[in-house]
């Protein structure tokens, strides 16, 4: 995509670019911006996650219990076939707490993440990845 600059600024311009047809999995992004001189500067790369639902075959329903939660998160889901599955804990910036990977079964798989009473009172992201593309992403509460 090409946009046209404002030309010289003494404000902050904004910019954005949506893509309406990111491809499934990960996608790279850069900026690349050219001065009126002809002199370009690249910015550094950025992913992000693409999962269409029409690609999660193996997670139907995902559980999450209790929510809030104190001291632990249980999950109950079905998958239709033998996987592994990552569980990540997030904060509200982003960061990674707490991953967990483990084996499921076909069928009913159930799962717990433990020892969470250390964890601030907030707002938390729970990422479900499998083949390190997100399935799912809920916000759980701690209390």
């Given at each position: 995509m090409k946009q046209d600059g404002a030309g010289n600024s003494s404000i902050t311009r904004s910019y954005s670019f949506t893509d309406n047809s990111p491809e499934t999995g990960t996608n790279y992004?850069?900026?690349?911006?050219?001065?009126?001189?002809?002199?370009n500067a690249t910015s550094k790369i950025v992913t992000s996650s693409n999962s269409a639902k029409n690609n999660i075959e193996n997670v139907i329903e995902v559980n999450v219990f209790p929510n809030p939660f104190s001291n632990f998160i249980q999950f109950n889901f079905n998958s239709e076939k033998e996987s592994e599955m990552t569980f990540k804990l997030a904060n509200q910036i982003g960061q990674i707490l707490v991953i967990r990977t483990y084996k499921c079964?076909?069928?009913?798989?159930?799962?717990?993440?433990?020892?969470?009473?250390?964890?601030?009172?907030?707002?938390?992201?729970?990422?479900?990845?499998?083949?390190?593309?997100?399935?799912?992403?809920?916000?759980?509460?701690?209390?």
């Open positions: 992004y850069r900026i690349r911006q050219t001065d009126f001189d002809g002199k079964d076909v069928g009913n798989n159930n799962f717990e993440i433990n020892s969470l009473e250390n964890l601030k009172k907030g707002s938390y992201f729970l990422i479900i990845e499998k083949d390190d593309k997100i399935l799912k992403t809920m916000k759980i509460l701690k209390l």
